[in-house]
């Protein structure tokens, strides 16, 4: 590419200087071979006027060769670069076969120019004009070219070898700080950050690892804690299983009824044990992708099943349950996903709530969406806890929700299935005191 730079200029350079010599020389030797050719009798002396004007047309040596070769009249003694047998053998084509010769050549920073013409007399070939020029103005033009490019390419040459070694260092310097990132990453340390330096293709390299290892940290700090509260959870009902059981081994005078309330006791504790255990089991199934096929499941349908389902529960609690229904409520769900949603939501709002208490049930359609509100009367959430309901294990009063048998799970599967599902889930306080959610499915039109 450079050697091209190079040459590719000072060619075309001298080959117009070549154009321009033959367009200029060989008529100027035309012209003086005209004049000659119009004498009766050409002699040294007779030749004299038609070559008047050879200096001033910056020729070097004019030569009139007679029709034996030899030298009739002769101008100019600047030898510099001039080869004799050069213009000789030019004579000899011009006088025997009547051509015309040009010859022009850059040699040692001058251009040297040959041209030689018939002179011809009454239609026969009696003399031949040579001309030659030395030109090292034109030469050292050429030349000076030659050496601006050398050194344009040559700074040109090395310009490019800093910047690909600066490129080089550059890109692999970025590369070695995503890969140690990596390499880290893999030996589990997830709170690496790869530093952006630049504003390149590896600074987007490096955010998006570094967005990729927040991620994972978060995902690993999840997973460390919710393993940490699901043992603890598991081990607080054990524990009181262990405490009641040695209490019943250790009295041997019991009577029956201390016996029957501790073993009561280890039973409501063993039924905590598998609640929460099924609800862990609920999560993590909840956690993989949708593995049962999306359907259209009418909500209603749904809402009449969990309903009926907990009627009991509502009746024993002394708490009345109304419903509001839309006709055409379908969402592309499963029927099992949406009942367990729906049930943890009404089991809460029965649970949470007040004797002679009330829990409003409405799933309605709301243009393309359908929105399932469960609204209660009951003990209400205090505002400073209702960021973290959604939260696994999180409770409000921890001792009063288990006494009444809470695992702190149920919100959480609630939210998971929401997501699952693309739903909108919501909490509000209703006043005078109470809880309504809502949750927005993007519902399906029947056909
Ligand atoms: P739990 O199994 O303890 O009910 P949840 O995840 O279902 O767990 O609920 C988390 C906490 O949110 C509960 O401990 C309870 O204090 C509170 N809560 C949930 N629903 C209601 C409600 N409708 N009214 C008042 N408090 C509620």
Not at 202 to 211: D, I, Q, S
Not at 252 to 269: K, L, P, Q, S, W
Not at 387 to 416: A, H, M, N, W
Request: aromatic letters at 6%.
């Amino acid at each position: 590419m450079i050697a091209v730079l190079n040459t590719y200029p000072m060619r075309i350079s001298r080959n117009l200087i070549v154009f321009a010599k033959e367009e200029s020389i060989p008529p100027y030797a035309q012209q003086v071979a005209e004049l000659l050719g119009e004498l009766p009798d050409l002699t040294p002396e007779s030749a004299g006027p038609a070559l008047e004007l050879w200096e001033a047309d910056g020729l070097s040596r004019v030569v009139i060769f007679d029709q034996n070769k030899d030298e009739l009249r002769a101008e100019g003694d600047d030898t510099r670069g001039f080869d004799e047998r050069v213009l000789f053998s030019m004579a000899e084509r011009a006088l025997s076969e009547g051509e015309t010769g040009f010859r022009s050549d850059l040699a040692d920073g001058a251009f040297l120019t040959y041209a030689c013409v018939p002179v011809k007399s009454g239609g026969k070939t009696v003399a031949a004009v040579g001309v030659y020029e030395y030109d090292d103005a034109a030469g050292a033009l050429v030349m000076g070219i030659r050496d601006d490019m050398m050194k344009a390419s040559i700074g040109l040459g090395i310009a490019a070898v800093v910047l690909s070694l600066f490129l080089s260092k550059t890109l692999s310097a970025g590369l070695t700080r995503v890969l140690t990132g990596i390499r880290k990453v893999r030996e589990g340390d997830y709170t690496f950050h790869v530093e952006v330096r630049s504003r390149d293709e590896f600074a987007t390299l490096a955010e998006e690892f570094n967005t990729l290892t927040e991620r994972m940290q978060q995902t690993e700090e999840r997973r460390r804690r919710f393993v940490s509260d699901a043992s603890h959870e598991l081990k607080t009902p054990l524990s009181a299983i262990m405490l009641l059981a040695d209490t019943i081994l250790e009295n041997d005078n019991m009577d029956a009824e201390t016996m029957r309330e501790f073993v009561t006791g280890i039973r409501e504790e063993a039924q905590r044990l598998s609640r929460t255990t099924a609800q862990l089991l609920d999560l993590t199934k909840l956690d993989r992708p949708v593995e049962e096929k999306q359907v259209d499941v009418d909500c209603v349908r749904v809402a009449k099943r969990v309903l009926s389902a907990l009627e009991p529960v509502a009746r024993k609690a002394g708490v009345t349950v109304t419903t509001h229904f839309d006709a055409n409520c379908h969402v592309l769900a499963t029927e099992d996903d949406l009942f367990h949603l729906l049930h943890n939501l009404v089991d809460n709002a029965v649970k949470y709530n007040t004797k002679n208490g009330r829990v409003a049930v409405s799933v309605l359609r709301d243009g393309e969406n359908v929105v399932i509100t469960v609204e209660d009367t009951g003990v209400g959430i205090p505002e400073e806890d209702l960021p973290y309901i959604f939260d696994r294990f999180y409770r409000v009063e921890k001792s009063r929700d288990r006494g009444e048998g809470g695992t702190g799970l149920g919100l959480s599967i609630v939210k998971s299935t929401a997501d699952r599902h693309n739903a909108d889930l919501s909490v509000r306080p209703v006043t005078p005191h109470g809880t309504a959610f809502t949750v927005t499915f993007p519902g399906t039109m029947p056909e």
